[in-house]
Every structure is written in C-alpha cells, then in structure tokens.
T-cell receptor, first 111, second 112 residues
Framework: DAKTTQPPSMDCAEGRAANLPCNHS???????VYWYRQIHSQGPQYIIH???NNETNEMASLIITEDRKSSTLILPHATLRDTAVYYC????????????FGKGTRLHILP | AAGVIQSPRHLIKEKRETATLKCYPIPRHDTVYWYQQGPGQDPQFLISFYEKMQSDKGSIPDRFSAQQFSDYHSELNMSSLELGDSALYFCASSSGSRGELFFGEGSRLTVL
C-alpha cells in the first residue's frame, strides 16, 4: 500500500518557485518525511527531511502541516537542472531503515 | 567529498550467465542498500546490510545473493540471468549519525 500520494506530474516556469505537494494521512508518530529526487537515470539524490517542524537547507524548504498529514517541498528558484522525478517518502527513525520509493512527481521546468 | 562508488558502470551478459556488481560506500558509512530499477520503473529495494550482517530484505530473487565485507564494500551476485534482470542497479550507503541514504550512479546491466 502506498503511504504517500503525489501528483504524477507538474510544470513550473524557470525562475519561479516549484511547490510539490505530498499527502501522507496515515503517517505514524515516529515516521519522518523524506524527499529525494532522481534526474534521468542518475542515482537518487537526497533533498531534505523533517519530522514535524519546517526545514530549510541549501536546496529546498519543507513545510509540514501541523497534523503531519501532508507536506510541501519548495524549490525556491527552479532551474532547468531541477527537472526530475521527486519522491516523497516516509521513513522510520531507525538508523538502518530502508527507503521505499513510490510513484513520485515528474517535475518539468519550462524555459 | 567522496561518494558511493559502483562498478562496473555498464555490463552486458547473456542469458543464464552470472554477474557481480560491486559497491564501495562512503567512508565510515556502515549500512549498504541495493536497489533495482527496471526501464520506466521506480527503484525497488532488494536488500540491505548493517555492520556486515543482512539487515533487511525486499523483493530480491533467489538467484541473487549479496554480502558486505570487512571493509564495508558490498557485492551483489546474480546468477542464471534472465532478460528481465536488465535494469539499473543502485547501491546506497548511510551512517548512524545521519539517516539519509547516499546513492551511487548505478550499474546498468543488459542481459541479451
């Protein structure tokens, strides 16, 4: 069963903010929200993760709703190089827990 | 910074042959994961190792085996290859202090 739901595809104009939504209504208290992306046929790349507070790093911001049932990944100034499949993943806090990829969102950055 | 190294990057085999893929994790990472990604598919978890012991197992065929060695590198052995084994195989590593997985660039296996 898929634990996260993402739109299959999205478009965003270059230079604009890309907002990628994710629903995870059955999230458990010990599950983190992770985001990865995969640029065509390259290895998946870690972007950001959070538990309940909003997080920001050099790549993106992660906004998690107060009830933790949904989140949004924000790429503040999208470039053509951000065209990729973006995966929203729930992961337990266990140090050696695997990540399970769902269907993801295919983000197209338009010039 | 050092990344996860996978070899070979490309491999072509015939049906029923054997293939071995190697993965060298980031230094001081103690956990290794293997994933398989078929054409047009999302990466599928195969197996993982923590401190040289198998820690989790996914949809790995019985024809496949893997291990993690004393230097923490890992090898994925695939026997009796089938056409459907043609895929990208990714290795990832992580450490206890930071939970995120770092992926290599993958090994592309083509079975003819």
């Amino acid at each position: 069963d898929a634990k996260t739901t993402q739109p299959p595809s999205m478009d965003c104009a270059e230079g604009r903010a890309a907002n990628l939504p994710c629903n995870h209504s059955t999230i458990s208290g010990n599950e983190y929200v992770y985001w990865y992306r995969q640029i065509h046929s390259q290895g998946p790349q870690y972007i950001i993760h959070g538990l309940k507070n909003n997080e920001t790093n050099e790549m993106a911001s992660l906004i998690i709703t107060e009830d933790r049932k949904s989140s949004t990944l924000i790429l503040p100034h999208a470039t053509l190089r951000d065209t990729a499949v973006y995966y929203c993943i729930l992961r337990r806090s266990n140090r050696d827990d695997k990540i399970i990829f769902g269907k993801g969102t295919r983000l197209h950055i338009l010039p | 910074a050092a990344g996860v190294i996978q070899s070979p990057r490309h491999l072509i085999k015939e049906k029923r042959e054997t293939a071995t893929l190697k993965c060298y994790p980031i230094p001081r990472h103690d956990t290794v994961y293997w994933y398989q990604q078929g054409p047009g598919q999302d990466p599928q978890f195969l197996i993982s190792f923590y401190e040289k012991m198998q820690s989790d197992k996914g949809s790995i065929p019985d024809r496949f085996s893997a291990q993690q060695f004393s230097d923490y590198h890992s090898e994925l052995n695939m026997s009796s290859l089938e056409l459907g084994d043609s895929a990208l195989y990714f290795c990832a590593s992580s450490s206890g202090s930071r939970g995120e997985l770092f992926f290599g660039e993958g090994s592309r296996l083509t079975v003819l």
